[in-house]
């Protein structure tokens, strides 16, 4: 994801995790290998904490995804790190998987 000049694939912080796509069909394996790569390190995703964030229009974003035999939920707004976070007013649509 580009903002400006600077391009992002995810935002970290402790054990907490955005990743972000230009499409939703991206981020179903992005999160099916995050979790393959967490495994050995002894992490494990928190699929109930898990969610899926349009970044613009949220029209044709189905209500959960199935991402490694777990529903993840499709939400309009979403805390990480204390903040909210709601949908911006972006021409381009976006998806964030908030990991937790």
Not at 48 to 67: F, H, I, R
Request: net charge negative; charged share 15%.
């Amino acid at each position: 994801m580009y903002f400006g000049q600077y391009s992002f694939t995810d935002l970290d912080y402790a054990d907490d995790v955005s990743l972000l796509s230009e499409m939703l069909e991206l981020l179903v394996p992005v999160l099916e290998s995050f979790q393959e790569e967490a495994a050995p390190l002894g992490l494990e995703v928190n699929w109930q904490k898990t969610m899926v964030q349009a970044l613009g229009p949220a029209e044709n974003v189905p209500p959960s995804l199935q991402v490694c035999g777990q529903d993840v939920q499709c939400v309009d707004e979403f805390t990480y790190l204390g903040v909210l976070s709601t949908l911006p007013a972006v021409v381009n649509r976006r998806y964030v998987g908030g990991v937790q």
